[in-house]
């Protein structure tokens, strides 16, 4: 059974980076066709897809968050980091890891992490 | 990026009822669709990907449907655990953007 668990500052000062690390047991991140993924959630409301890493490198970020993220993976510790630069108040959330699943052709999230609540405040 | 939009925002029903939430996507996706049930302080939980494939341990009570622009998801008998948020997603593109959510409380 693959599980994922975030960890990292439950608490970022604003203008400062933000930084994720979630760690997959149970399987490796390496094997298999999957999507490493970032999803965050503002409380009360809905679900906004941060970006995603292959086992490769390969990178797809949402373009309103863009300028702003980077995904990257280590292989070594099955683990792959979220790091969000310039935070504002408005970055406040809780943020969910997940693998997608690449199935043929079709893109779902199979398994996620439990959340970790990241709040942006001086 | 595709905009999704579901309806209703939220229901209200009893234990047995049948149940449709609809979601609609801006552009056509195909079959690119997936459904996700999400209680309060928990993550997400995937129910049906490419529009109408049940995931492995999830009930057969739930159903999905639709193609292209318009789709449906279905709880036959609605049960007192699938009292949740229901959220569509789309995975044609990205930002895989989701729906708004349909929050389904007891009547």
């Known amino acids: 059974q693959v599980q994922l668990q975030e960890s990292g500052p439950g608490l970022v000062k604003p203008s400062q980076t933000l930084s994720l690390t979630c760690t997959v047991s149970?399987?490796?991140?390496?094997?298999?066709?999957?999507?490493w993924s970032w999803i965050r959630q503002p409380a009360g409301k809905g679900l906004e897809w941060i970006g995603r890493?292959?086992?490769?490198?390969?990178?797809n970020y949402n373009p309103s968050l863009k300028s702003r993220v980077t995904i990257s993976v280590d292989t070594s510790k099955n683990q792959f980091s979220l790091k969000l630069s310039s935070v504002t108040a408005a970055d406040t959330a809780v943020y969910y890891c997940?693998?997608?699943?690449?199935?043929?052709?079709?893109?779902?999230?199979?398994?996620w992490g439990q959340g970790t609540l990241v709040t942006v405040s001086s | 990026d595709i905009q999704m939009t579901q309806s209703p925002s939220s229901l209200s029903a009893s234990v047995g009822d049948r149940v449709t939430i609809t979601c609609r996507a801006s552009?056509?996706?195909?079959?690119?669709l997936n459904w996700y049930q999400q209680k309060p302080g928990k993550a997400p939980k995937l129910l049906i990907y490419?529009?109408?494939s049940l995931q492995s341990g999830v009930p057969s009570r739930f159903s999905g449907s639709g193609s292209g622009t318009d789709f449906t998801l279905t709880i036959s008998s609605l049960q007192p655990e699938d009292f949740a948020t229901y959220y569509c997603?789309?995975?044609?593109?990205?930002?895989?953007?989701f729906g708004p959510g349909t929050k389904v409380d007891i009547k």
């Open positions: 997603q789309q995975s044609y593109s990205t930002p895989g953007t």
């Open positions: 997940a693998r997608c699943r690449y199935s043929y052709g079709r893109l779902y999230f199979d398994y």
């Open positions: 552009q056509s996706i195909s079959s690119y």
């Open positions: 490419a529009a109408s």
């Open positions: 149970g399987g490796s991140i390496s094997s298999g066709s999957y999507y």
């Open positions: 890493i292959y086992t490769s490198g390969s990178t």
